[in-house]
């Protein structure tokens, strides 16, 4: 028979157990993401979460022009990348959708689900760290242009630069990287990798290293009009930043 004295113990564990798993579910203060839809016409958000991290938002959703979408950021460590689908149809309500730029596979939710290039992206770190609960962020266009975007967190410590890309490349695209949607207009500009596939220009293989891996006449086309993103896989942004527990942040298209 067990003792008298060893139950006030496995209270007093049963107790600290549950104290310690609710210090891990809610380890960092709560913050918001907010997508944001200044282009004056219809788009729809994909986010693909790295392995390891929550989908979020089901993956995609429609955002009409001149608006937003806030949602609650996952209280725990989470990366991942949020991007535009711009030119789409199909049919909304039973979740099928085809797109000009960014496509998933033809779904409205992504559900996890890349998208297909060329298309801007938003790359995303939240909740790193350890207790300085640090937030990393940057614009990518590595996989080609779709539409201008820029990341901006709000009530941060530290240093917290807006930074991505305002210009709008589909009028300035070098023939060579024009991507053309069925009506012939320019919807995306494609970034070398994306255009030619050769190993040197998508830094594989043996062009994967530091040393071997360089800008290339189609990153430096990007680079030269938006130094703060990212233009080939070993690219250093112009602006750095390391931003601590901000309030929100904001991943805003056509800023």
């Not at 992504?110 to 962020?137: K, M, N, V, W």
């Not at 901006?152 to 807006?162: F, I, L, M, N």
């Not at 596939?197 to 994967?208: A, I």
């Amino acid at each position: 028979m067990a003792s008298a004295s060893f139950f006030p113990l496995l209270s007093s564990l049963l107790v600290l157990l549950f104290l310690m798993a609710q210090q891990s579910s809610a380890q960092f203060p709560p913050m918001n993401l907010t997508v944001v839809n200044n282009c004056p016409f219809p788009l729809w958000p994909a986010i693909q979460p790295n392995s390891g991290s929550d989908v979020l938002e089901g993956g995609g959703f429609f955002l009409p022009s001149q608006s937003y979408r806030t949602f609650p950021a996952p209280i725990s460590t989470w990366s991942g990348r949020i991007w535009a689908r711009t030119g789409c149809g199909g049919d909304g309500a039973a979740g099928r959708l085809s797109c000009d730029t960014g496509d998933c596979g033809g779904r409205l939710a992504c559900g996890g689900f890349g998208g297909e290039p060329p298309a801007s992206l938003a790359q995303i770190t939240l909740h790193h760290g350890g207790e300085r609960d640090l937030t990393s962020y940057g614009v990518s266009l590595v996989d080609g242009f779709n539409v201008g975007m820029t990341v901006t967190p709000h009530e941060g410590e530290g240093r917290c630069p807006v930074v991505g890309c305002q210009v709008d490349f589909l009028a300035t695209c070098p023939e060579v990287l024009k991507m053309r949607g069925l009506g012939g207009a320019v919807v995306g500009c494609k970034s070398g990798c994306v255009a030619f596939g050769t190993d040197e220009l998508c830094c594989r293989n043996n062009y994967s290293s530091w040393e071997m891996c360089r800008p290339s006449i189609y990153s430096k086309f990007f680079k030269r009009a938006c130094p703060a993103t990212f233009t080939y896989a070993q690219d250093s942004p112009s602006l750095t930043h390391e931003c601590a527990s901000p309030g929100e942040l904001k991943v805003i298209f056509c800023h």
